[in-house]
């Protein structure tokens, strides 16, 4: 099709919606003349929705319900009219009689709009080809729909359209109705999981003075009263620390985090975790918490430890692999970190095996992360724990009694993607300090993302934080692969969008 004729379609579509838009504006004129506004009605009673009759209609066969929802079809010309129903529940038939309504009732009913909102009290019966339905005796308009409904038989597919009006996707896209029913399970289960363990949920600001807790570029906002530049929270860790420091032993939060960076599939500028922390547990612990929260929750949500996430089988039975960073490059990149010490060596390794240092610090640490980060995680397909970070990119991490250049860290890759994050949590204020002091230096020499000085969290530390685990988990990635979802736009209610010009 050529441009030309793609738009001339486009404007031919576009005045056909507009001539719809004025044809039910016109009805629910008619209707406000009559006394019969629609909006005027505030309450409706609703018995049973869709699936609790078709779940129990042996024992509601041949009695009287009321249900309520939108009018997705209509069927039938004459004298009788078949319609699909479709509430939070799901869809049912409703089967309309002109000698059950009488003819003025049949007559306004035969007005409603695909996409009218409807009340209906009727039988609940089966017809002769077997198919539940409700057999109106009354039917009350109780919102009329001035927007058509996107064709029936294509559906809202647009994703860009599915996204910026995401209550027509919701409308009509029952997989996308299911993605957030998930979405809403996984939470449920995972505040479950840790409630069962004598977590405490707590709540912690998102405006904060100094932007910390992570590596991440923070949106920066302005409070008028006290006339200070604040920070949207980047990560709830110091706060959650702060906790701990104060006497809760097992604390979490579940919350919206912000980071002014890029938009990808796997990323949106604000996103939802769960991070928590353990009193006198180490990263190892997390470890465990991590499985059995997914391996748990795919069991419990989807009935089955195999997920099917873009084209491939991913087992979250227990037992998942845990690998070092040093072990895993060793493995993929064919270089052997134990048996190098010098800095500028541990680069020329690298390097020799294409691995980009442009930019970086070369330490050896830093050396290690590029290559783990360039070469390795692209492979990690099932779930796998990689764990000793190097210290330069662990700026809040405990060092390994065994080796100081290391961090007892992990990450949790499945499919290429990270999905949780955990510490054993350094609680040497001396070490925070010089840690924060880096950053800070990283940060004068432009690194907009480098963390800054927290004076306050420092002193926190001094009072003594017990020996701690803490780990974060994205849900909008885990609720991904819950649903093989390929972008985290699409377990999202509303993302972020660029506005429209």
Known sequence: MSTEERSVNQTEEQQNLSEQRLIRRAKLKELQDAGQDPFHITKYVVKHHSADIKENFEALEGTETSIAGRIMSKRGMGKAVFCDLQDVKGRIQLYVRIDELGEEAFAKFKKLDIGDIVGVEGEVFKTKRGEISVKAHSVTLLSKSLQPLPEKFHGLTDKETRYRQRYVDLIMNEDVRRTFQIRTAFIKHVRKY???????????????TISGGATARPFITHHNTLDIDMYMRIATELNLKRLTVGGFERVYEIGRIFRNEGMDPKHNPEFTTIELYEAYADF?????????????????????????WLGVDIDLTPGWPRLTMIDAVKQYVGVDFDAISDDEEACKAVEAKGIDMEGCERTWGTALYEAFDQRVEEKLVQPTFITMYPVEVSPLTKRSPKDPRLTERFELFINHCEFANAFSELNDPIDQRGR??????????????????????????EYGLPPTGGMGIGIDRAVMLLTDSDSIRDVILFPTMKPLD
Not at 194 to 208: G, I, K, S
Not at 293 to 308: P, R
Request: zero cysteines; aromatic letters at 6%; glycine letters at 6%.
């Open 194 to 208: 840790l409630d069962d363990r004598d977590y405490l949920e707590v709540e912690t600001p998102v405006l904060n």
């Open 284 to 308: 190892h612990d997390m470890m465990d918490i991590a499985e059995g929260i997914l391996s748990t929750a795919a069991q419990e949500i989807l009935g089955s430890y195999h997920v099917n």
């Open 436 to 461: 924060f002091e880096h950053e800070l230096a990283l940060r004068d020499m432009g690194n907009d993302e480098a963390g800054m000085m927290d004076e306050d969290f420092i002193n926190a530390l």
